[in-house]
């Protein structure tokens, strides 16, 4: 069930990533700083979306033993 | 009114699967390495070609689906559909290109092939 | 000051509920005569495409979305400041009214469908060796043998591209009864049947869905996803490249130009 969960999750951001990435209004033009540059951060969505995953299962894992004290 | 969204779907570990496979989410790194340039050349031209190809192979099907090809033209046309094909694998292979690369997305119409 | 642009609506009203955007700022409406530019105000350049600016942009359109008729914006548009802003709305304000007006009172729904395509092969293969009338080609040369597998190739593909059609077209009819506009994807991938979105009129939110149930339990072979109700990102329709920003800028250097002479004397050139 948890990880069903998980997959919604996925599967409803690459939904919402289909559009506001790739759809809607475009307004181009000198007085635009700055529009998702979607090529460049391909590799950074990858990751972003087994990261996802990674958080959950974090989230989801029992800490045991002693913690350890920072450097 | 509020109109809450959702996405449902009882499966979404194959949906995720087969958005994947297509770049549109997630679209593909551009290689801008100038290297490339001449690989590019290549693809566009190997790109056509194998449109004009697959164009002639399904203009044989059909004509042997309508039965309108004799046996030696089947023959004929056997061989030589053959040596295109081959060809291209030999063209493919030395521009080092795969089948998905040599296509072409012309937008909203789609991919060319 | 940075302005970061959600979305274009049909109203020069201030918002009145309270909405929160990127960074927890405000956002608010930026009129221009009967229409606005939704903003807020943005400091810290976004990081790449993250998760929680991705959803947070998508909240604040669906907020919208409840009020007014919404034009969604790309994600990360970010306008140099005001002034600029309303010479953009200048530029595009008849674009936008229109299709303000067209996708008033309407919402996007998207459906996909996964149909088992190996199947699907696997029945086409058997009909046709089943099928009295089949074409045969003797095989007693290489060259015939590479035209009869070509041509099983070609049967295969003839009838699975039928096959599509068939079911996108019982499909389709079901769903457009309750459409204003739609877009197909036929065969995304083999396995992705249909890849398709729907502008829907309010009112119709509920025919709509129960269309979907009924298609989706009468293929219970198939695979379905529904997603919805969104603003209507893929039917906003914009001339590419509106060359009026770039006119506006040309203009400027030709007023330098000018001045520059001006200050130089008209003889030098």
Sequence with gaps: MHDVAIKSKEVTLLEVLDRVLNKGVVVSGDIVISVADVDLIYLGLKVLLSSVETMEQLRAAPITGPMQEPK | MTINRVVETDFPEEFIEEMGKTDDVLPKKIDANPENVEKGLAKLVLTLIELIRKLLEKQAMRRVEAGSLSEEEIERVGETLMKLENKMEELKQIFGLKDEELNLNLGPLGDLM | ?269
């Design chain 3, 1 to 269: 000051m940075k302005l970061y642009l959600y979305g274009i609506i049909d109203s020069s009203d201030r918002i009145k509920d309270s909405i929160y955007g990127l960074e927890g700022a405000s956002v608010y409406n930026i009129p221009f005569c009967d229409i606005g530019a939704v903003v807020s105000e943005i400091n810290q350049p976004i990081q790449g495409v993250t998760e929680g600016a991705v959803l947070e942009h998508e909240a604040v359109t669906e907020k919208l979305m409840a009020k007014f008729a919404v034009l969604p914006v790309r994600f990360q548009t970010i306008i140099d400041g005001r002034d600029n802003l309303l010479s953009m709305m200048q530029s595009y304000y008849k674009d936008f009214r229109n299709n303000l007006e067209r996708l008033r009172n309407k919402i996007e729904f998207g459906i996909k469908v996964i149909w088992p395509s190996d199947k699907i092969k696997e029945h086409i293969t058997n009909t046709y060796k089943k099928n009295d009338k089949k074409v045969s080609i003797s095989d007693d040369s290489s060259n015939k043998r590479f035209m009869r597998d070509k041509f099983e190739k070609y049967e295969l593909d003839e009838g699975f591209q039928a096959k599509a059609d068939k079911f996108i077209n019982v499909m389709d009819t079901f769903f457009s009864k309750f459409a204003a506009e739609k877009k197909l994807k036929k065969l995304k991938t083999e396995d992705m049947l249909l890849d398709a979105v729907y502008l829907v009129k309010k009112d119709d939110l509920d025919n709509f869905r129960e269309a979907f149930e009924h298609i989706k339990s009468a293929h219970a072979a198939f695979k379905f996803l529904f997603s919805g109700p969104w603003p209507a990102y893929n039917f906003v329709i914009l001339p590419k490249n509106s060359n009026l920003l770039k006119d506006s800028k040309q203009e400027n250097l030709f007023d330098k130009v000018i001045q520059h002479q001006d200050l130089v004397g008209a003889n030098k050139i």
